[in-house]
Each structure stands twice: as C-alpha cells, then as structure tokens.
C-alpha cells in the first residue's frame, strides 16, 4: 500500500464557504479533483493500493482577516473531512486538522476537538504564519501540545507573489515566490525552529516537512559550517544555546517525497535522513494531469532509489503508520 501524507483537498461546502468569503482561488478552481469526489477517485484509481492523507490546501486560514470566520472555516474544513474519512475508508486514510492560527487560542482548541472527536492524526501549519517566524513565542503552546499528543504537525510553505525577488520590483516575476520562494521558506522554518530551542524543549514533537526537507539536505555541510563560523567569529549575529550539536535538531525532522520524481533529490535528502524520516507524498493534485502525473512521478523515483526492498516500504506505507498512528 501506499499513502500519500501530503495530499491538498477543498471539500465543497469548504470551498463554496471560502468563496463566499474571499473570493474564488483560481488554482483550486481549474483543478476538479481538489473539490469533485467523482473526478479525484477517478484518479486515484489508476495507483493501485493507494490512500490518502487529507490536508487542506490554500490559502492558509490565518490570511482571512476576520477571525471568527477564520475559526468557522477551519471547523467547517474539519468537519467535511472527517466525513470523507469515515465515508471512503478505502480511499482516505486519515485526515489532518486545518487551524486558525490568526487566533493561537481558538486553534489550540480546534487542535484538541480535531483530535479527540474527529480523530484527526495531526495538524497543518504553514510557514510564516502571516509574516510571523513558526518560532515566536506564541505558537509554542502549540508545540507542546502536539508533542503531548504524539501526533505530526505538516509544515506547508507559502509566499505571496506580492514578495518581491529584489527590492527594485513590486512583485515576484516567473512564479518564483512559489517555485524558491516555498523552499526558502522551509529551510528557514528547520532553522529557527532549530536556533530558537523548540526542538529541543520539545524533543517528542514530530515535524514533517514537504518537498522533501527543502534545501536542508543539500545545504547540510554548508549550514553545519556556517553555524560554527557564526559560533566562532560572528557573536553578535549568530547564538547557539542548545545543548547538542545543529544537526542533531535537524534531525529530528521528517521529509516528504514531494519532489515530482527526482531520484537525485530523493537520494540526497536520504543520505541525512534515512528512510525513517521519509514518507511517501505527492502534492496531489497539483500539475497537469490533476494528480496522476506526480502520482506516477514520484512512485518511480522511489523505485529507482538505491535501496532494499524494506526501506522502500517504510516510505510509501510504513513510516505513515507509525508516525499517525495507523491501524
């Protein structure tokens, strides 16, 4: 089996809700399986033995500016994917919890409804959080409780394209506040939420991040480099109270496989990972072919990775299991 950790859905009374409220999001629009049960199975169909993990995709909750209907959109979203669960157990094998995090008091509430009525088997953050780091002080709670918990929080990244590439221009030009921007994003997420001592107080807490780690991997040696340079000769802009050397926080963290089928890449986020921290995840349905591309994409490079047979199965089923609690 496989299942599919980082999936996007918007269910229809979510997404008629959503509209009504800011409007329609062109690119949940122009992609059926998103919202359309019917057209999304008709998918999932053509990857035997395949299960997903809900999540809901953007815009992040914490962007509406009201934040009663924040909190009401985030109960809706949960609501109608904890019916979908308990409806298509043969399709959807859990679903992860959407939070208001313009309100940390009414999201750490929906995080414990989420999670004691709906049975929900994480929660979903995106980085930032309305331009505010994932490690200021008033998102801790939220740490602390999912580490009690013992269930996943998602990080997905998010830049508008109003973030300009260079100060010069008004807005980013070639979707790059998506395609760099995203990964900077949670490259920057690891880190502060390394530097700032959240991994350490929380050393139960368990932190998937998409696309594969982003450029942490890749950048292993030059951020381990930099952090005793910065130690050494940098004083007064790089502090490093913990008690364990850097890349012992970093891994801590877990990495999808949302990399649209680059072995290379997959190998390399392996080589400081393992497959215990690897799960199996496409981005469903976002490319052309309303999911199936990336499905099949990303199901072949793990094929093609250089390891055993027990591994691979730890990525595409059982590291899911174990960290979501999955019968």
Request: aromatic residues 10%; charged residues 25%.
């Amino acid at each position: 089996m496989k299942i599919d950790v980082f999936c996007h859905i918007v269910p229809p009374k979510y997404k008629s809700a959503l509209d009504k409220t800011i409007g329609t999001v062109a690119m949940v629009d122009v992609l059926p399986t998103m919202y359309d049960m019917d057209a999304r199975f008709r998918i999932m169909d053509k990857t035997e033995d395949l299960r997903q993990v809900l999540t809901v995709s953007l815009p992040p909750l914490e962007t509406v500016p009201d934040r009663k209907k924040a909190v009401s959109l985030a109960k809706l979203a949960n609501d109608e994917m904890a019916e979908l669960v308990l409806k298509y157990p043969d399709r959807f094998a859990a679903a992860i919890a959407s939070l208001p995090m313009n309100d940390i008091d009414a999201a750490l509430r929906e995080t414990d409804r989420a999670i004691n009525d709906l049975k929900f088997k994480g929660v979903q953050i995106f980085t930032p959080m309305n331009d505010k780091p994932l490690d200021a002080p008033e998102f801790w709670p939220l740490y602390e409780k999912m580490a009690k918990y013992d269930l996943p929080i998602l990080i997905h990244p998010h830049r508008e394209s109003d973030y300009a590439d260079y100060r010069t221009e008004k807005e980013s030009l070639y979707s790059m506040n998506t395609l760099l921007g995203w990964i900077y994003e949670t490259s920057a997420a690891m880190i502060r939420l390394t530097y700032s001592g959240v991994m350490e107080k929380y050393p139960g807490l368990k932190i998937i991040t998409h696309h594969a780690g982003a450029m942490i991997p890749f950048l292993e040696q030059r951020v381990l480099d930099f952090a005793d340079f910065g130690e050494n000769l940098l004083k007064s802009h790089v502090k490093r109270n913990l008690d364990k050397p850097v890349i012992d926080y970093l891994k801590m963290f877990y990495v999808d496989t949302a990399l649209y089928g680059n072995t290379p890449g997959l190998m390399c986020s392996y080589a400081l990972y393992g497959s215990e921290h690897m799960l199996f995840a496409t981005d469903f349905p976002y490319d052309t072919e309303f999911g199936l591309k990336h499905d099949r994409a990303t199901i072949a490079a793990i094929e093609k990775m250089d390891i055993n047979a027990a591994e691979k199965k730890m990525i595409f089923e059982g590291n899911a299991r174990r960290l979501l609690h999955l019968p």
